[in-house]
């Protein structure tokens, strides 16, 4: 409903996809292996499970993530940092050998754009809409990603309604 071109990034707990919407249209898409569940944590901050995709980034930063063991705020803030960046990479058009790694998809072509919009579970922290923690890194990816707008004083335009879940889950919503 608006004259500006958009990059919407759909934040979700294995993966974060991208579209450029050019004119209305979808013109491109991307998705990486970056989410908000990509480690899962009990309450007391132990790693209960964690996926290949955060052992790779892990093992770049020289965190070590162990089942069974605390994650340290140091190592978690660290780690939730470079997902945020590895989603920008995307958006910015340069990607790390990480990044690359990362990629379900082959890089997107970049197109330029007035705003971003964001959705999946993660969006919701980064438009501030929750608080609460669920076992993973939403809330710091939230943070992170959100500093990292700041950083770059991206605009940022917010969806009349946010949906929590994403792939099936929100097609379900929708449908119901």
Excluded: C, W
């Excluded at 249209?25 to 132990?46: P, Y």
């Excluded at 499970?49 to 770049?60: I, K």
Aim: glycine share 12%; proline share 2%; no cysteine.
């Amino acid at each position: 409903d608006t004259d500006q071109d958009l990059l919407h990034v759909d934040i979700g707990g294995g993966t974060t996809k991208i579209a450029f919407v050019v004119e209305g249209f979808v013109e491109e898409t991307a998705s990486i292996n970056v989410g908000t569940r990509l480690v899962q944590l009990d309450d007391d901050g132990v790693v209960t499970h964690y996926e290949d995709a955060a052992a790779a980034v892990a093992d770049d930063l020289g965190v070590e993530l162990t089942v069974g063991e605390p994650l340290g705020d140091n190592d978690r803030d660290r780690l939730v940092q470079r997902f945020a960046e590895l989603i920008f990479e995307v958006v910015d058009g340069d990607l790390s050998d990480l990044g690359r790694e990362l990629m379900i998809t082959e890089a997107p072509e970049r197109y330029p754009f007035d705003s971003l919009t964001f959705s999946g579970g993660g969006a919701e922290y980064v438009y501030g809409r929750e608080t609460g923690t669920f076992g993973d890194l939403g809330k710091e990816l939230g943070d992170a990603i959100q500093f990292e707008i700041d950083r770059r004083e991206v605009p940022v335009g917010e969806l009349e309604t946010g949906i929590r879940a994403t792939s099936l889950g929100s097609t379900q919503h929708s449908m119901q």
